[in-house]
Structure formats: C-alpha cells, structure tokens
C-alpha cells in the first residue's frame, strides 16, 4: 500500500530557547515544541507528573449538586444504581465508582445495558430496571448526555439522575439534577478531555475531600483509570497524561486483583506500557459486551478475590479468543467479497453487507480493511433482528459521519462522530444506500485522503542516536494521541550486505547512514515486497520509531521500521 510522508514544521526559535534551558539533545526539544512543551517548568511536567498538579474536581460545574445529592441518598438510605455504558471507559467508570462507595454505602447497585437487546446509552429498559426495584438515584457514567426523554421520562418516575459523562453535549440538556461534564460551554474546570472514568474519578475525589477521606481511597483505582485512558484514545495531555502516568505504577506495582488476572493470562513479563492496555487488557474488557455481557467486566474490576477475578478473567480470555475467531473469519470473508468485485478500483467507498455476519465485531472488520488492505471510507452490515444495522469507520481527514448523514433518507437511525459512526436501515435499503454512499464520497473525498499518511515528526541522523536520546525519549511514556510515539526519518542509507529477509514475510536490516557513516539494525515486519529496494544496492530513506531489542542478554537499539523507498536524491 502507498503511503504519504509529511515531516512536521519546526519552530527553530522556540526549540533553541527550550534547549538553553534543559540542555539536552535539541531533537529532543524538537520534539517537546511539537507536543507544545515550550519551558522548563512545562518540561518538568511532562516529565515528572504528579497527582498534586490535577485541577480541584470542585472546579467542575455541578460538582457540588452531585454530590449534595449523593450525600442526600446515603442520608435517607435511597438505592442508589451506578449505570454505565458496555466498552471499556464505561465498565472502568462503574467499576470505580461502586467500589469506592461500596467501601462506605452497600445499598447501591450497577447496572449496564446490554449492547444488542438495549444499545448504548440510557436505555427504557435500563429505566425500568430502576423504577421496578426502587432506585431513586441514577449515576450514570460515560453515556446520558444526550439522553434527553429516557432522563425526563425517568423524572417523571421520580428517578433523579447524575451525569458523568465526557462526549459533547447539544444545545439541550438532559433534566438531571447534575451534570458532570467538562465540555459544557459554561464549565470552568479547565481541562475538557477526561474519559468517562476519568470524570467518575474526579466524583469520588470530591466524596473524599468533602467526607475527609484520604486520597489514597480514590487513587486506588487509577489503574482502572490508566485502562480507560488508553482504551478510549483520549488525548494524552494534561491531566490524562498525569492520571495514565500514575495509573501504569499502580498497574505493574500493585493492581486491582481483575487486572492482576488479566496481566497474568496475557503472559506479559515486562512492566506494561499504555499500548499494552491497548492491545493486551481492553481487548478482553470490550470482548465481554462484544460476545456477551459487559457486566462480567464490572465483576471482574470489583472482585476482591484474586481466584476470583481469575476465574472471571478466564471467561473475559475465551470471550475475546471468540471475538478474534469470528472478526479474522468476517474480514477474510470481506476482501473475497472486495477481491470478486469487477469495480473494486474505481470505488472511492467500501460498504459490505452480509446477513450472517457477527453485529459485535463490524467495526473492528471495518477498520482492519481500512488498516490492512483498501484505505478508503467504509461500512460493514449485517442482519440485526428485523433491521440491518453497521459501522462506519473512516480515514484520515474525511468525515464519514456527515456522509451518512446525507443518506439519511435511507436510514431508521444513525449517530456517531467524524471518524466512526453507527447506523441501522430497512433490508430493502442496502443497495440504495451502498450506491448514495459512494456517490457522496466519491464526490467529496480528496485523492490525497485515498493514501494512508505517514506523519514524521524530524528527520535524524544515526549519530544522534545514543543510550542517553533514547533514555530520555523512553520518558516520553504514556504514549497516546497528541503524544504518539516520535517518527524518525533517515535518509541516504545504504545496506551493510547483511540485511535480509525473515520468516518470508519479515526484514531484518542492517544499514549504514552515507559512505561511511554509522550503522543502525532494524525490524520490519510484513514489508518483504520492499526488499527489492535494498537489494537494488542503491541509497534508499527509512520511517521508523526507535525501540530497544534484546537478544541473549543484550539490549540495544534498534529500528522498528514504518516504511522504506528509495532515495529521490
């Protein structure tokens, strides 16, 4: 697949005033002005966060009313449902919250909807669950801020609702008697990214400070936060990145007894970074809603009992072992379907419907077509009882929802955000729909946005690259959006003679910058179709992030290479 390049601008003046006052390599700085790091007081807290930097929660507005009510319920002995959404930021965020009152309240309960029977969000169902057993206070988590009628019509019941929740709120509130939301236009707090449990966490921080509770009592649950952080790609600045920061020590030194098991079915011996949160534990949470019932995720996070929480984990394991089966057999099944398509180059969209096709894993089939074979818009359907219902995801830089949106005719219901959105339709649409789709984004979309783009944050040379850069580059972590992994580039390199390919599939690189520069080994994985281009014994540039690699009791430095063509120069 072709990709583009773009190397970042530089801002020269502000990285030499940055560099006189850290003195450190100025690639580095570089690469701090880039993340907005300017002063030496903002690289200290990149590099050193502390929990004594995170914002007041009373800061944010209708704190005081949420937990004015709290108090309220737990002096009139209400029941009191924790509600939240099926992923992993929404059963983080009701674990949180209920253990930490638990330890103080036991007449409360969770509650989370089940993703096909209820979908997300407050649901009337959810609702009734309430109203049928006495609930007389809602926090909900992550979801209900634009549950408008399900939190009147609760109301109605009289039902009181607290919302905890992070996406952008609409011109028109939900009637609850408080909203904890960062992105209304007139609050305060001044960071406006949390998760969902983030936003739950800064709930239980309020408790404790009112209450004089100690902090420790709400910091107990930072890994659950850490965990939601890396799983809802929020951006990993600010108080994110505090609050991931300090959740990874409490991951790999003293974790909740669910994400002990969880580490310890994934077999990881290393301390955990953000992307193995990523790739290793939200898989399994987001695999109990996907193939199940999100509430044994909840279970697991509030399991004391470390045999327990294993045997929980266990069925969380074999629930995402499912997931991988059936999105690996889906998305075979799609690029046969893509490859038998006469049309297939002259598409700008990809929308691909079959009745059979697991609802749970839709989305993941959509965005490894994206990743791995046809970048370009696209949706996957399948039956959903009497309707068809998908999932869009989109790429860089073209907004997929308001491309549904102008097929609404066609549709029962659709939301969703620029990259990802989700939507259901009558069976005899699909075509129509399938035809609108690519007539709106064929007519739309930029040829630059039909190539994957490989974003460089500098250019480096081999000899820059030393154990004390990659010390202080390693302190980057928590990697995540607007704090991604640095991407390097070399150019003008040459093969030493011994790279050479692994596995069939595989590079191993052994390349040398200019005639007689330094040497740098390499991986790069599945990219064998581009060994020709060090064969040809021509100079040739190289994409990478820089890794440690070790082998036989050794460490070094390596490349993990992105990309490779030949030199233009």
């Keep these: 697949m072709q990709k583009r390049w773009t190397v970042k601008a530089h801002q020269p003046n502000q990285e030499k005033l940055l560099q006189s006052s850290l003195r450190i390599h100025p690639l580095l700085c570089r690469l701090l002005v880039q993340r907005s790091i300017q002063t030496f007081e903002g690289a200290r807290q990149f590099f050193r966060p502390t929990l004594a930097d995170l914002h007041d929660p009373w800061l944010m507005k209708d704190m005081d009313k949420a937990i004015s009510r709290i108090e309220l319920a737990l002096f009139r002995h209400e029941k009191i449902l924790i509600y939240g959404d099926y992923d992993v930021d929404g059963t983080t965020a009701v674990a949180t919250v209920y253990a930490f009152l638990h330890n103080f309240y036991t007449n409360i309960e969770f509650y989370i909807p089940h993703r096909y029977r209820e979908g997300y969000g407050i649901s009337i169902q959810g609702i009734d669950y309430a109203r049928d057993h006495d609930f007389s206070l809602v926090i909900a988590l992550d979801c209900g801020i634009k549950s408008i009628d399900h939190i009147a019509r609760a109301k109605e019941l009289g039902i009181d609702f607290i919302i905890c929740d992070h996406h952008l709120p609409d011109a ?56 939601s952080i890396a799983a809802d790609i929020v951006p990993m600045t600010g108080e994110n990145r505090i609050l991931a920061f300090h959740g990874l020590i409490k991951v790999n030194d003293d ?15 290393e301390r955990l970074t953000i992307a193995n949160l990523v790739f290793v534990i939200a898989p399994r949470v987001n695999a109990a809603g996907r193939m199940d019932d999100a509430r044994k995720a909840v279970n697991l996070f509030i399991e004391n009992d470390l045999e327990k929480a294993a045997a929980i984990a266990e069925v969380l394991h074999a629930d995402n072992f499912d997931r991988k089966e059936i999105d690996s057999t889906i998305t075979q099944e799609a690029i046969l379907l893509l490859q038998n398509d006469a049309a297939i180059g ?44 998908g999932s869009a995801r989109s790429v860089m830089g073209f907004n997929v929802y308001e ?50 783009e490989i974003v460089i944050d500098s250019e480096i040379y081999f000899s820059d690259i030393t154990p004390a850069f990659y010390n202080i580059l390693k302190q980057f972590e928590p990697l995540g959006p607007d704090n991604l992994r640095p991407v390097f580039l070399a150019r003008n390199l040459t093969d030493t003679g ?72």
């Design 172 to 227: 028109i509130l939900p009637p609850a008697v408080a909203i904890l939301n960062p992105k209304q236009y007139d609050c305060p707090y001044p960071y406006k990214e949390l998760s969902g449990c983030g936003i739950g966490y800064k709930l239980i921080c309020a408790f404790a400070q009112k209450r004089g509770i100690p902090a420790t009592a709400a910091n107990k649950y930072l890994d659950l936060v850490a965990t």
């Design 255 to 269: 974790p909740l007894p669910g994400i002990k098991a969880l580490i310890t079915l994934s077999a990881l011996k």
């Design 346 to 389: 002259e598409k700008k969209s990809t929308v691909l419907y079959q009745a059979h096709w697991h609802k749970g894993v839709v989305g993941i089939v959509a965005s490894r077509l994206i990743d791995k074979h046809y970048y370009r818009p696209t949706i996957i359907l399948t039956q959903s009882n009497d309707k068809v219902a």
């Design 403 to 452: 491309a549904i949106h102008q097929c609404r005719d066609l549709l029962e219901n659709y939301g969703g955000h620029f990259y990802a959105a989700g939507m259901t339709l009558k069976t005899e649409n699909v075509k129509a729909f399938q035809e609108r789709f690519e007539e709106v984004v064929a007519n739309s979309i930029l040829p630059d946005q039909l190539i994957p």
């Design 498 to 569: 011994y790279s050479k390919l692994v596995k069939d599939d595989h590079i191993k690189f052994s390349v040398k910058q200019g005639r007689s520069g330094p040497t740098m080994s390499g991986i790069g994985f599945y990219m064998a179709e581009k060994f020709p281009i060090i064969a040809s014994k021509k100079p040739f540039d190289i994409v990478f992030n820089l890794d440690e690699n070790e082998w036989n009791g050794q460490t070094t430095l390596q490349m993990k290479v992105i990309d490779i063509r030949a030199n233009s120069n």
